[in-house]
Every structure is written in C-alpha cells, then in structure tokens.
C-alpha cells in the first residue's frame, strides 16, 4: 500500500519508523510518502493560510497551495489510476473499525492534515472522497487522526501484524457481533493477592473458549450496552 501524507507538521509522523509500523516501511509492506505543503507556496513566507470570507475567528488553509499539492501527488505514478484521498477533521464521518479495514483495501491513500479553522471548503468538495472525524473532540490538526488512522488502517495489512489471529481476534472486529475483548493476563499465577481466574490455569480449553467469551459480553455490556443494541 502507499500512503502519502501532506501537512505543514511532517515532524508529527516520526512515529511512523518505529515499531510495527517501521518495520512495514522497512520491509517493504507500506510506501509511506510525507510532503510539506509549504512546498506549493509561491511567496517568501511560504503562506499556507488566510483569513475566513465573511469574517470570524481564526484562519482558513488557503486552496491555492492544497490544490497544487493534490495535483502533483495523484498525478506521481501510484499503485492505482487515483488515490483515496482522506481529510481528517472534526465534521466527518466517524472513524471505525469497518472504515479502516474498507481503507486498507485500498492500494492508494492520501492524508491531507488541515490546520486552523481547517481547509478552504472547495479543495475538500473537489479533492476529498472522505472526511473522516476520530470522535467528538477537536484536535489541534489533523495529524494525530491521520497517524491513528494509518496505524489502524496498516496493521490489517497482511505481514504487518507478526501473529496473523490478533487482529481477527480484536474487539470490533467479527463479521457480524461487535464484542470488547476480554481481559488477559501473563505470570506470574499471582500478584500482590490478585490471582489469574483458575480456569485460564486449567487446561480446558473448551471452558476457556466459554469464559472468554462471558467475560467479553460482560464487559461489553457494561462499557459500552450500544455495541449489543
Ligand atoms: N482534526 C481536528 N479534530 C479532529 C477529530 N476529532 N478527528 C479528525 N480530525 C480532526
């Protein structure tokens, strides 16, 4: 999969050369491309914003440097004819779980992190196939929603996850029921008077299969009573 990333913060994104996710770089599984939009200013301050038509609070990224941007990283030769292009922000749709495994079927991603009051509203209705919203909160920008999305999106993708079952095994996941996952626990049996729950010590693993299965509709119903509704 590639993934380009455009933002005026591509510091943000240095998470992205650790762990799972560098290793997928180094490998060879994800081609991550990061982009300074102020590399489509025209002027000595390298303007990437203005103020709001109509008056109001705040600044608006200009459409001019966007514009030239989305042109020259879809016409780069891809993995595809046109990327998906995906516009964090705080009036999208909400992100999920079912999003993210829609996204990494894709062959082509592109990130565009707005700053600010957010975007000119024509590059998002001429450029954007999704705007995407990570919850009810606002974020300084859309770079942290766009390294949350990329790590969701890029740990579906098959070799990125070292054990193939956990990310079939994680909460949201299944075709049809949306359960949490249950709780788990390592050695040592016991600790400052707490103890592993015996039947994960037993052997059964048909009663494990049982608990486990409890345990997440327990939780489930308790956090979140809307994912069973
Ligand atoms: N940008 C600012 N806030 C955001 C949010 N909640 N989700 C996605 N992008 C954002």
Redesign the pocket.
Known sequence: MRIDIVSIFVDYFAPLDLSLLGKARAGGLIDVHLHDLRTWTDDVHRTVDDSPYGGGPGMVMRAEPWWAALEAVTGEPGPAARPRIVV???S?RRFDQKLATELAAEPWLVFCCGRYEGIDARVIEAWADDE????D???A??EV?TLVMVEAVTRLLPGVLGNAESARDDSFSGPGEQLLEPPVYTRPPEIAGRSVPPVLLSGDHGAIARWRDEQSRLRTAERRPDLLA
């Open positions: 964090p922000t705080p999208g995407v919203s990570l919850g909160y606002v974020l920008g859309g929603a």
